[in-house]
């Protein structure tokens, strides 16, 4: 891990960075945008369903989401770059996900008015999921234990930076970008059906009771836990004995893991890093 342009990165997500800022993006590209471990794939396999569901069988059957949906900034090993799956893409809209700070997008997506669907969960659930993941994500780096890791998430030492600023950034954005729409995972996890019908309105999409409801259906966490096309069993790079990565996907599971210590800690410093920000999160439902 290093720092690149004052956010923590790994060559992973700067080694391709010229293509990635240089990237062309187009107007009705849709841009999924998220802190890692916020509920990207989740929310990336509702928008699928949104647009592709319907017509395109062997999509659904044989590709996996994250060959459906390229990760911009992705450069690793043999696998294709982002950025040359996002350019190769057949479909229209092109979905592109991205875990990058808002100010390091790359300005094509603000100059074509694309629209952004940015995805935010409670910092506490947050923590706890990515820490369980860079311990299974042989790619991340070594979590250390539990304390460790949130003495480095309240660093903002992860990863794609702090997340204090990552979920403020985005929301300041919202104020001045109208093409964006702000999510919370929590709200997906209380009325998935309620946010699915926000997403296809802002989408301009026009879908039907019985497509929402075999939606909601298939993105329930017990659907895509099973669905190999969703759970990431494909990546040889996780280890699925150390942890699934479709974990639990509840809110509020920040309580088997933090002490009362801990919990204390991680309020005082949340209180500092977020008191100029008016975006607000709930931590159980
Ligand atoms: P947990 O580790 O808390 O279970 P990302 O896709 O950004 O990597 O986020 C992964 C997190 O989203 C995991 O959280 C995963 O279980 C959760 N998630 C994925 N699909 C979900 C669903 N359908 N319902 C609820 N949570 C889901």
Same mark, same amino acid.
């Given at each position: 891990?290093?720092?690149? /342009?004052?956010?923590?990165?790994?060559?992973?997500?700067?080694?391709?960075?010229?293509?990635?800022?240089?990237?062309?993006?187009?107007?009705?590209?849709? !841009? *999924?945008?998220?802190?890692?471990?916020?509920?990207?794939?989740?929310?990336?396999?509702?928008?699928?369903? !949104?647009?592709?569901?319907?017509?395109?069988? /062997?999509?659904?059957?044989?590709?996996? *989401?994250? $060959?459906? *949906?390229?990760?911009?900034?992705?450069?690793?090993?043999?696998?294709?770059?982002?950025?040359?799956?996002?350019?190769?893409?057949?479909?229209?809209?092109?979905? *592109?996900?991205?875990?990058?700070? +808002?100010?390091?997008?790359?300005?094509?997506?603000? /100059?074509?008015?694309?629209?952004?669907?940015?995805?935010?969960?409670?910092?506490?659930?947050?923590? +706890?999921?990515?820490?369980?993941?860079?311990?299974?994500? $042989?790619?991340?780096?070594?979590?250390?234990?539990?304390?460790?890791?949130?003495?480095?998430?309240?660093?903002?030492?992860?990863?794609?930076?702090?997340?204090?600023?990552?979920?403020?950034?985005?929301?300041?954005?919202?104020?001045?970008?109208?093409?964006? !729409?702000?999510?919370?995972?929590?709200?997906?996890? /209380?009325?998935?059906?309620?946010?699915?019908?926000?997403?296809?309105?802002?989408?301009?999409?026009?879908?039907?009771?019985?497509?929402?409801?075999?939606?909601?259906?298939?993105? &329930?966490?017990?659907?895509?836990?099973?669905?190999?096309?969703?759970?990431?069993?494909? !990546?040889?790079?996780?280890?699925?004995?150390?942890?699934?990565? $479709?974990?639990?996907?509840?809110?509020?599971?920040?309580?088997?893991?933090?002490?009362?210590? &801990?919990?204390? &800690?991680?309020?005082? +410093?949340?209180?500092?890093? $977020?008191?100029?920000?008016? +975006?607000?999160?709930?931590?159980?439902?």
């Amino acid at each position: 891990m290093f720092d690149f /342009e004052g956010i923590s990165m790994t060559r992973c997500f700067t080694d391709n960075w010229e293509k990635v800022q240089n990237f062309q993006a187009r107007p009705d590209d849709i !841009l *999924i945008a998220t802190y890692p471990k916020a509920g990207t794939t989740w929310v990336s396999y509702i928008l699928d369903l !949104l647009y592709f569901g319907n017509d395109d069988l /062997e999509r659904q059957t044989s590709q996996p *989401i994250y $060959m459906r *949906i390229p990760f911009l900034e992705l450069c690793f090993q043999e696998f294709s770059t982002g950025t040359e799956m996002a350019d190769n893409l057949p479909t229209s809209p092109r979905l *592109i996900k991205t875990h990058l700070p +808002v100010q390091l997008v790359p300005k094509s997506f603000w /100059e074509q008015n694309s629209r952004i669907v940015y995805l935010a969960r409670n910092a506490k659930d947050n923590a +706890v999921s990515y820490f369980h993941f860079d311990r299974m994500n $042989m790619v991340q780096p070594e979590p250390g234990d539990w304390n460790s890791f949130i003495q480095k998430f309240m660093k903002g030492k992860n990863v794609f930076g702090p997340w204090y600023d990552h979920v403020s950034g985005w929301w300041e954005k919202k104020q001045t970008y109208p093409n964006l !729409l702000y999510l919370f995972y929590e709200d997906l996890v /209380e009325d998935t059906g309620r946010e699915v019908e926000r997403l296809s309105s802002f989408l301009g999409l026009s879908t039907s009771v019985e497509e929402r409801e075999k939606i909601i259906k298939g993105v &329930q966490f017990d659907a895509m836990k099973q669905n190999n096309m969703t759970n990431h069993v494909t !990546l040889p790079f996780m280890d699925f004995k150390i942890s699934p990565f $479709m974990r639990k996907g509840k809110v509020g599971d920040w309580k088997c893991h933090f002490t009362v210590a &801990q919990n204390e &800690q991680f309020d005082e +410093v949340y209180k500092q890093k $977020m008191k100029k920000t008016t +975006v607000r999160f709930r931590t159980e439902i």
